[in-house]
């Protein structure tokens, strides 16, 4: 069932939405060669509690940490560790809060110091998707045309759209109903409707789209070694059209 959210629960959704856009912002600022993606988790998780927040992840199915920190071909769900950063790597952090019952989930992926040019573009790519996919969330449009934005982008610039993993309804849950793939036909899926809050993500890697997940039961990898981006806002649909919640 997919929930509507009132005017007013949209509003109450803005406080964790912009916490997580802050937070990510500080974190965008400290990522260099040398720092250590546990460090960055530390960070956050202070920066959440000082908010009055709590991390979203951290617990969630018994995941250990407030940030999922994906490095390179890690495509979602990397675990924080004590490996320094390097020149040339690619870092994925995917984060959420939940404050006063409402959730807010974003991501972003931020090269470090020179990067090769496919991975320059992949990023590029990858974050254009997204503002693509929420040009598309409108009133009266369909949900594949979302899906339809992110990949018809991708493909036509020689990356490609991981199928295992999707967006998600967000609100007083952090996985609600719909489920916002990457890829599909446009007209197809349920009526966007105003007072539906969705956290669409583009998941998009450099080479094949399949993926697999490590022994730790939640690092995704791509099969193909190639590096992999990511990007998301939690996107409220208003008669108007498209508010992104989590952006500054």
Known sequence: MIILKSPQEIDRMRVPCRIVAEILELLRQEIRPGVTSLTLNDLAERETRKRGALPAFKGYSGYPYTLCCSLNDQVVHGMPSNRELAQGDILSIDFGVVYDGYYGDAAITVPLGEVSDSARRLIEVTEASLC????????????????????????????????????????????????????GLPGRGVKLKPGMVLAIEPMINERGPDVKVLKDGWTAITCDGGLSAHFEHTVAITEHGPDILTKL
């Open 132 to 183: 693509n996919a929420v040009a598309a969330a409108t009133p009266d449009n369909r949900l594949f045309d979302i899906s339809h934005a992110v990949q018809s982008y991708v493909e036509a610039r020689g990356f490609s759209v991981v199928r295992e993993f999707v967006g998600h309804g967000i609100g007083k849950n952090l996985h609600e109903s719909p489920q916002v793939p990457n890829f």
